[in-house]
């Protein structure tokens, strides 16, 4: 399956908020039935257009900004050298299997357990440690399935692997993988 | 206000063109009601109209479950309803026109959210779109439009309620795997669309589960993906009324005893953190914990109560004019991309059980539409005959040419048998040749058999095969009575039942 797999260039630092770059693009909405007949009738204050239909803003939600992260990270505090595992929403549907760290990277591999037809999003966070379990930063793995066609049979397993980001060499004692993102069906 | 003529029947539901707040918060809005085109005929409208889909639901699924559960000679609760006929689903690329406009680029084969769209929205889309057109532009949902008209509205899936089907009516997202409980650019965004990444706050990269929580476009909301939502979305449902079974914030599925319990105008029910179970594993594992889940005939006959009682009304709330309700079948089209013909069987059955409790609901109540179809067939599913093997599967192929009639022949376009690399990437099943439960013909006893013959044994009367892992772009079967579903009589395209089924609840021109 030739999914889209990437890395973000993007390291979040604790410190600092990841900028989202939104840029403003208009919704336009679809004329319909409403608005045209409203319109031509002419009986309505105003044309109600489809805008009044659609709920497209949600007061009181929080837009998102920067790339999820999970909050399970914070409170661990992995043992020098070793690999744990965050929690996040989705670990009844898969296991991680073969997880190490060099030093340099934390690799492994994603087992989904639940339904596969396709695995068409996942995102596996790591978040990097000093020795005191202190948490410096994270990077991801991203996997997209894309405008590829089918070309093959489902993946039941989704390898990773995941750099310590430049910033960070060095002071890197431990790591904590955890998904926060998994579409499969 | 405006009144409309109105045929004698429909004279109660004059309030039709009333206007109606939105819930939760969102600026109000006036909704100039559309009944009553020029051209429409008092016997097309309806009351009431439910909407079944089994997805991945070819016309040989309902033959082969036919076959199995109720013999050759016999017929499934959808085969009795009296107009029949086929729907074409093909979806389109990223950024195409319309049918008919000069950027019309269509797609044969489509998914279960360009599929959604088409029904739900009555426009093409490219796959993995919702409630958007090819181009993103937003486009307002039967069910949307049905709840600002009056109407009481459901949707019940066996899939994740944030899944592409159920989705596909009250959501609009530029990519379905944006399901949430969280935002992330590569599953929400898509630039080839849009050019540059939206904001966050914009509802087509808004995740699914967020707008779902927020915009009440279901009165009752069964199904599973508890796992989607988070405490901040069981905030937003009960304020706005919604009766939460179980308990998001502590990710506690819901059980069918918690469902037969629920008595609220609005009930949100998610009864796994993920897609439902089959049926077939919940009848092998009585007790565990999934054998809790409601099947989907239950979940059908608890939706339709709880849109049919009565409720104290709010400060200025119109008298409910009737209902519309989605009901699907999903785990039909998840088991066959799996080549699962057991358990494909199972699912058909259950939700043929659903199209049971819907038509006589609609037969009690005389003014319902009921619609049975698919969104896209699933894996080529085929019965053969006993004793056959698929053309992948035999020793010599069917030739192509036929050496003793040349005028049969035609010239071959390839020169040799190699395979092409941009079309096939070899045996797929290479990998489980070792392993005959990968491998069809699969074989099913039938009511018919001696009581001797067992599943899986040659003497078995149905043989079945796959021809892929993926769907396919043959029409699906359509089944409906009930108000206007003559028009359901012949072939019909996907988008259409939008027109129809809007016609019927007088709420599209
Ligand atoms: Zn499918």
């Known amino acids: 399956m030739r999914a889209v797999t990437r890395r973000t260039v993007a390291l979040t630092v604790l410190a600092g908020a990841l900028v989202c770059a939104a840029v403003g693009v208009g919704i336009s909405l679809a004329p319909m039935a409403a608005s045209r007949d409203a319109a031509a009738t002419g009986t309505s204050d105003t044309a109600a257009p489809a805008d009044d239909v659609v709920m497209t803003s949600f007061p009181g939600l929080v837009a998102a900004t920067g790339e999820p992260e999970l909050a399970s990270m914070t409170a661990l505090r992995p043992a020098a050298g070793s690999v744990a595992e965050a929690s996040g929403p989705f670990d009844d549907r898969f296991e991680f299997d073969a997880l190490s760290f060099d030093g340099a990277t934390v690799s492994g591999a994603v087992r989904i357990t639940s339904d596969v037809s396709d695995l068409l999003e996942l995102e596996v966070v790591a978040g990097f440690y000093d020795v005191d379990g202190t948490l410096l930063g994270t990077d991801r793995f991203v996997h997209h399935l894309g405008d590829e066609v089918h070309d093959g049979p489902p993946v039941e397993s989704e390898a990773f692997t995941i750099a310590v980001p430049a910033p960070l060499a060095g002071r890197v004692g431990a790591v904590a993988v955890g998904v926060p993102v998994l579409v499969n069906e | 206000m405006r009144h409309l003529p109105l045929p004698r029947r429909m004279s109660s539901v004059i309030a039709s063109t009333a206007v109606l707040a939105l819930v939760a918060g969102a600026a109000a ?29 070819g016309r040989t699924h309902v033959t082969a479950a036919r076959e199995r559960f109720v ?39 489509t998914d279960s959210a360009s599929a959604a769209t088409a029904w739900s929205s009555g426009v093409k889309t490219y796959n993995a779109a919702l409630g958007i057109d090819a181009k993103g532009t937003v486009a307002p949902t039967l069910m949307e439009l049905a709840k600002k008209a009056g109407y009481r509205t459901g949707n019940v899936s066996t899939a994740e309620i944030t899944d592409a089907t159920p989705a596909g009516q009250m959501s609009h997202a530029l990519a379905r795997g944006c399901q949430g409980p969280v935002y992330s650019a590569a599953a929400c965004q898509d ?12 509802v087509r990269v808004t995740p699914i589960a967020e707008q779902i929580a927020r915009n009440g476009t279901a009165d009752v909301i069964l199904g599973g993906g508890l796992g989607r939502f988070d405490a901040a979305d069981e905030t937003a449902l009960t304020a706005q009324g919604y009766q939460v079974l179980g308990s998001i914030t502590s990710q506690k599925v819901a059980t069918k005893t918690d469902l037969a319990a629920a008595n609220g105008a609005k009930v949100f029910g998610l009864f796994n953190t993920g897609n439902l179970t089959v049926e077939k594993s919940k009848l092998d594992n009585p007790t565990s914990v999934q054998a809790q889940e ?29 209902f519309y309700l989605q009901i699907e079948g999903a785990l039909i089209d998840k088991r066959s991309h ?10 058909m059955k259950a939700f043929d059980d659903a199209v049971a409790v819907a038509r006589d609901f609609a037969k009690k109540d005389g003014n319902t539409l009921v619609i049975v ?16 093997f698929t053309n992948a599967q035999a020793a010599t192929p069917p030739a192509n040419a036929d050496s003793g009639n040349r005028a049969n022949s035609s010239t071959p376009v390839r020169p040799s048998n190699a395979i092409d690399p941009s079309r096939s990437t070899g045996i797929m099943n290479g990998a489980g040749s070792a392993d005959a439960k990968n491998f069809a013909p699969a074989t099913f006893r039938i009511p018919s058999d001696p009581a001797t013959v067992t599943d899986g044994s040659p003497e078995a009367g149905l043989w079945l095969t796959y021809l892929s892992g993926n769907h396919t772009g043959a029409d699906v079967p359509i089944y ?30």
């Open chain 2, 29 to 57: 809005v006036a909704l100039t009601g559309t009944a009553a085109s020029a051209d429409s005929s008092g016997s097309s409208r309806a009351k009431n109209v439910i909407y079944l889909l089994g997805d991945g639901m």
């Open chain 2, 71 to 109: 013999g050759l000679d016999g017929r499934l609760a959808m085969e009795t309803l009296p107009a029949q006929g086929f729907v074409s689903t093909y979806a389109v690329e990223k950024l195409s026109g319309q049918p008919g406009a000069a950027d019309f680029h269509p797609n044969a084969v």
């Open chain 2, 191 to 202: 630039l080839a669309i849009t050019g540059t990444a939206l904001p966050t706050s914009d």
């Open chain 2, 294 to 322: 409601p099947t989907l005939p239950e979940m059908t006959t608890k939706a339709i109560a709880l849109l049919t009682a009565k409720y104290k009304k709010e400060k200025g709330e119109k008298a409910s004019k009737g």
């Open chain 2, 338 to 347: 799996a080549n699962d013909a057991a358990q494909t069987l199972g699912e």
């Open chain 2, 373 to 388: 179809t698919a969104d896209h067939e699933c894996a080529g599913f085929n019965i053969i005959e006993k004793g056959t």
């Open chain 2, 480 to 509: 409906a009575t009930g108000p206007g579903s003559d028009q359901l009589q012949g072939s019909v395209d996907n988008t259409d039942l939008f027109d129809i089924m809007g016609r019927a609840l007088r709420i599209t021109g």
